[in-house]
């Protein structure tokens, strides 16, 4: 297996980069795509060869647009303003307290 010298991707990752974070991602969404399509492709054993492709080509463009998906899917969205999260953090601790 060739790997570039001086660059591991979990160690990355661990370490917390977020570009081999998102790969690592990338990859294993790849992967659990795949086997899926192996699911499918197996269990389909015995129909057409064409619906057994239609199967292949749907997962091969799926990996061709994961990439740029897995780009955008962190999307910042808050639903509670800040102030109301840590108002309502400090009321639970206190309604901990109180049940003590």
């Known amino acids: 297996m060739a790997t570039v010298p001086g660059y ?3 160690s990355n990752a661990a370490a917390g980069h977020p570009s081999a974070f998102l790969m690592l991602l990338i990859l294993l969404k790849a992967t659990c795509l795949l086997v899926a399509a192996l699911g499918a492709a197996l269990a389909m054993r015995r129909a057409s060869a064409g619906s057994r492709h239609v199967v ?17 899917s962190p999307l910042p969205m808050q639903v509670l303003p800040s102030s109301f999260a840590r108002e309502s953090g400090s009321e639970a601790a206190a309604m901990v307290e109180y049940a003590r």
């Open 8 to 10: 591991d991707l979990l």
């Open 56 to 72: 292949w080509l749907v997962v091969l463009g799926a990996l061709v647009v994961l990439p740029l998906l897995a780009a955008w």
